[in-house]
């Protein structure tokens, strides 16, 4: 299996997801997401696979989104997803990635990952 963890080690619900991942034998790809924030074109693809909407992704009670008010162009998913790159602390977290079955999830609760550890 080949799974990738939008991951911050700061966050307790991500540190679960990944115990989970790591508890059915999978080491995932991780990525820092604070330390290198995805780009725009992957932020779009994270949430297609997730199947949302790039602004059901956005963590709104976050100072960043808080402070940015009415200037976050969420009716643009490109300009958003660039924003989005820029200020990474406002993604939803962890998602985590089946790269070969091309789908995600987020890991709130950290137990939604088990939908895709066991396909």
């Known amino acids: 299996m080949n799974v990738t963890i939008y991951h911050n080690p700061r966050c307790s ?3 679960k ?5 790591e508890s059915h034998g999978v080491t995932p790809k991780i990525v820092e997401y604070l330390v290198t924030p ?3 074109d992957t932020l779009l693809r994270l ?10 992704l956005l963590r709104r009670g976050e100072e960043v989104f808080r402070n940015a008010g009415d200037s976050i162009p969420l009716a643009d998913e490109n300009a ?10 406002a993604l939803e ?12 999830v987020v890991g709130r609760p950290p137990e939604n990952v088990e939908t895709l550890l066991k396909s």
């Open 13 to 15: 619900k991500s540190r």
């Open 17 to 21: 997801t990944l115990e989970i991942i």
């Open 38 to 40: 995805p780009d725009g």
């Open 47 to 56: 949430a297609e696979l997730v199947g949302v909407p790039l602004a059901d």
């Open 80 to 89: 958003l997803a660039s924003w989005l790159h820029d200020h990474p602390q």
């Open 93 to 104: 977290r962890p998602i985590v990635v089946d790269e070969i079955g091309q789908r995600a």
